[in-house]
T-cell receptor, first 116, second 109 residues
Framework: GAVVSQHPSRVICKSGTSVKIECRSLDFQATTMFWYRQFPKQSLMLMATSNEGSKATYEQGVEKDKFLINHASLTLSTLTVTSAHPEDSSFYIC????????????FGSGTRLTVV | GQNIDQPTEMTATEGAIVQINCTYQTSGFNGLFWYQQHAGEAPTFLSYNVLDGLEEKGRFSSFLSRSKGYSYLLLKELQMKDSASYLCAALDSNYQLIWGAGTKLIIKP
């Protein structure tokens, strides 16, 4: 089945630094990638939708200059949290849409970001 | 607006059956997903329904009624490892996933 590889799984960074999270679709081409954030005991919150070769579409309230998304190829999308602050600490998950019959969504394994 | 409702938490006994309900209101509809999420992990796919009726897959079954905007996930022969959050998500007319807040299922021995 479709696999999305997400790295790193855990990262601790200092306040003010930037962190890059990568998601790769391993056996399919992901024309669209979704980036989610999840706080403890809450559901997934869509941050942005990225399409290969074009600018990402950000959800209301998500700062596009803070959460930089790049989807330069059909198999790789990256999310960079710039100038991270403790309130950015969260679980970040990517998801790719495989264009098979049921428009299946495959999730990466998630990245636990802790900003200290 | 678009909305997904599901219970916040449910408790069941090992070996029993539990039904987790989900109601949805979306702009258009292209199917409904159920995902399982263990604490600290990403969601994993359980089922997808786009036609009315029951889809059975081992111990898990999912039901959809499009006219009622209603779905349920049925878990049989509950095991302790089934303790997790179960997320209901509907696909709207733009093929955007609208997520419910999740139902935390607690299994007791």
């Amino acid at each position: 089945g479709a696999v999305v590889s997400q790295h790193p799984s855990r990262v601790i960074c200092k306040s003010g630094t930037s962190v890059k999270i990568e998601c790769r679709s391993l056996d399919f081409q992901a024309t669209t990638m979704f980036w989610y954030r999840q706080f403890p005991k809450q559901s997934l919150m869509l941050m942005a939708t990225s399409n290969e070769g074009s600018k990402a579409t950000y959800e209301q309230g998500v700062e596009k200059d803070k959460f930089l998304i790049n989807h330069a190829s059909l198999t790789l999308s990256t999310l960079t949290v710039t100038s991270a602050h403790p309130e950015d600490s969260s679980f970040y998950i990517c998801s790719a849409r495989e264009l098979s019959g049921n428009y299946g969504y495959t999730f990466g394994s998630g990245t636990r970001l802790t900003v200290v | 607006g678009q909305n997904i409702d599901q219970p916040t938490e449910m408790t069941a006994t090992e070996g029993a059956i539990v039904q987790i309900n989900c109601t949805y209101q979306t702009s258009g509809f292209n199917g409904l997903f159920w995902y399982q999420q263990h604490a600290g992990e990403a969601p994993t796919f359980l089922s997808y329904n786009v036609l009315d009726g029951l889809e059975e897959k081992g111990r898990f079954s999912s039901f959809l009624s499009r006219s009622k905007g209603y779905s349920y996930l049925l878990l049989k022969e509950l095991q302790m490892k089934d303790s997790a959050s179960y997320l209901c998500a509907a696909l709207d007319s733009n093929y955007q996933l609208i997520w419910g807040a999740g139902t935390k299922l607690i299994i007791k021995p």
